[in-house]
């Protein structure tokens, strides 16, 4: 690294021309060049450090398609595979926990529909770094008696420090203001023209309240799912199958800030530092 010396003042000794007086000014650049070094040196350590904190998201993602193809079945289910984490016990508790996600679509049909099952699932990552990874499923399951195709949505998000999977509430707080965002349009549809007839179902505020609290399930692919991008916080909802299957609604993270749930650490990280 080359270090710019900047003249601040005259020495005491620069008119004395003597062994004595060369010893000092000697002396002087040295505590100087010293000081200069040890300030860069630090600065530099604590800089370094705080950008590891913020941007670190020295992972990879690649594909893994789950398949199976006979007579009667026709499955595909495309998810991400985390590589390049330190910790390898963690990075498996991440992938084991994706892959489980992913196929929970193909759990959700029951046994009869098995045998009888067309299913092709792709994935989108909408968020990807050290705080947060945020994956949407998309696609289309068809079974033999089934009276139409079935359009599926449904999303994963990962504290990637602690290695947990995150629902809406593990990242706000679901209260009553926020509810009434959600009723009074303030979330923006993708798609406007399924926003009336999507919203049939959830007007009240007691059906927008429970679905907000519930949201993310395990248990069925009925539930509401929430997503995250870089600057906003995703919701998606069940809709009639004529209208698309489900509908999502978008709101900038700078409306929700007071909502930010206290104990979610890598949410909180991440917010405070996303440009509004």
């Not at 992972?59 to 009667?72: H, K, L, V």
């Not at 990962?158 to 009074?184: A, H, P, T, W, Y």
């Not at 698309?244 to 405070?272: N, R, T, V």
Request: hydrophobic fraction near 35%.
């Amino acid at each position: 690294m080359a270090i710019k010396f900047i003249k601040r003042g005259s020495i005491p000794c620069e008119n004395r021309i003597s062994l004595r007086g060369d010893r000092c000014i000697m002396k002087r650049i040295i505590i100087l060049t010293s000081i200069l070094i040890f300030t860069i040196y630090f600065t530099g350590c604590n800089k370094t450090e705080e950008l590891d904190q913020i941007t670190d998201d020295s992972y990879e993602i690649s594909t893994i398609i789950y398949a199976e193809e006979d007579d009667n079945n026709n499955i595909s289910i495309e998810y991400p595979k985390v590589s390049g984490l330190s910790d390898e016990a963690k990075q498996k508790t991440i992938n084991d926990m994706i892959k489980a996600e992913a196929l929970k679509v193909y759990n959700d049909y029951n046994y009869e529909d098995r045998g009888h099952l067309s299913l092709k699932i792709e994935y989108n990552i909408t968020l990807k770094n050290g705080c947060i990874l945020s994956i949407q499923y998309f696609g289309l399951g068809d079974a033999q008696m089934a009276p139409h195709p079935h359009k599926l949505f449904y999303t994963t998000n990962i504290d990637m420090k602690m290695g947990n999977r995150l629902r809406l509430v593990d990242l706000v707080n679901i209260e009553e203001k926020l509810v009434n965002m959600f009723i009074n349009g303030e979330f923006k549809p993708l798609w406007p023209e399924q926003e009336e007839l999507a919203l049939s179902n959830y007007g009240t505020y007691e059906v927008v309240k429970e679905s907000l609290i519930n949201a993310d399930s395990i248990d069925t692919m009925e539930s509401v799912f929430s997503y995250l991008t870089n600057d906003t916080l995703g919701i998606s909802i069940p809709a009639a199958h004529a209208i698309g299957g489900h509908a999502e609604f978008e709101i900038k993270y700078k409306y929700i800030a007071e909502y930010l749930k206290d104990d979610s650490e890598g949410w909180k990280e991440f917010m405070s530092n996303t440009e509004e």
